[in-house]
């Protein structure tokens, strides 16, 4: 069964101030690694989709990296635009197309 | 123009009533899904469609019925509603390609 984790649960940064989101997986034979973002009262919205251990991809302030085991959503220099909850999704090879979630992890980031 | 809309936003119903949850995409996907988010936030797979054809069944109540008129909308109709219903209901499209899911705003379900 797919496992997912991501940590922290919840993070306040400073604006300017660049962290690192966390998500542990365990899947039988990873398909994709998807990240989205959520906000308050909104549908999760597509971010990126990493499909092999190393693989890197950037969208403004968001660079997400992949290992076997893990991804991180690396936040630089953040603006109080990308408070969001961020939801990582990894996709096993199970014939089927269906993401098992995360719980998220729920950034605010203060001016 | 909202690539995936669902209705309503917000049901609020006493337990014991039946409602239904309306989906419409207009991507031009094949496959259309229904995900529950709890209050915990955790978001999980419900029901997928491909083509009007069920895929996906999770262990969902028999009290909850999806219905595909066609491949592009996906409703999703819950009898003899209960507490532990009580969530946000997602609807989302895909292509069977990509996985890539777009998701709709959320309808917001209470029973009282």
């Known amino acids: 069964e797919d496992q997912v984790t991501q940590s922290p649960e919840a993070l306040r940064l400073q604006e300017g101030e660049s962290s690192s989101l966390n998500c542990s997986y365990t899947?039988?034979?990873?398909?994709?690694l998807f990240w989205y973002r959520q906000d308050p009262g909104k549908g999760p919205e597509f971010l990126f989709t990493l499909y092999s251990a190393g693989e890197e991809k950037e969208k403004e302030r968001l660079k997400a990296t992949l290992t076997k085991k893990e991804s991180f959503l690396h936040i630089t220099a953040p603006k109080p635009e990308d408070s969001a909850t961020y939801l990582c999704?990894?996709?096993?090879?199970?014939?089927?197309?269906?993401?098992?979630f995360g719980s998220g992890t729920r950034l605010q980031v203060q001016p | 123009d909202t690539a995936v809309s669902q209705t309503p936003k917000y049901l609020v119903t006493q337990m014991g009533n039946d409602k239904s949850i309306k989906c419409e995409q207009n991507l031009g996907h094949d496959t259309m899904y229904w995900y529950k988010q709890d209050s915990k936030k955790f978001l999980k797979i419900m029901f997928s469609?491909?083509?009007?054809?069920?895929?996906i069944n999770e262990t969902v109540p028999n009290r909850f019925s999806p219905k595909s008129p066609d491949k592009a909308h996906l409703n999703l109709h819950i009898n003899s509603l209960e507490l532990g219903d009580s969530a946000v209901y997602f609807c989302?499209?895909?292509?069977?390609?990509?996985?890539?899911?777009?998701f709709g705003e959320g309808s917001r379900l209470t029973v009282l």
């Open positions: 999704a990894p996709e096993g090879d199970t014939g089927r197309r269906a993401l098992t």
């Open positions: 469609y491909n083509n009007k054809e069920l895929i």
């Open positions: 989302a499209s895909s292509t069977v390609n990509t996985g890539e899911l777009f």
């Open positions: 899947v039988s034979g990873l398909r994709g």
